[in-house]
């Protein structure tokens, strides 16, 4: 999972170097909106993580 944030900020950020070069303010506002977009898909994959580790946890004591 931690390979496929990498990959995706590696992306983005090539994305915003260009985009610095033509638009300086869509850039700003792609990186604004990349940094929240980032941290709510973390939220997301943490909570379904845990969600995950419940259900095999209720799972096992049920055996």
Known sequence: MKKVFKISGIIFLIISIVVVFFNPR???DLL?????????WVAILGLAEKIDAYHKDTYRREE
Do not use: D, I, K, P
């Open 26 to 28: 869509l850039a700003l």
């Open 32 to 40: 604004l909106g990349g940094v929240g977009s980032c941290a709510a």
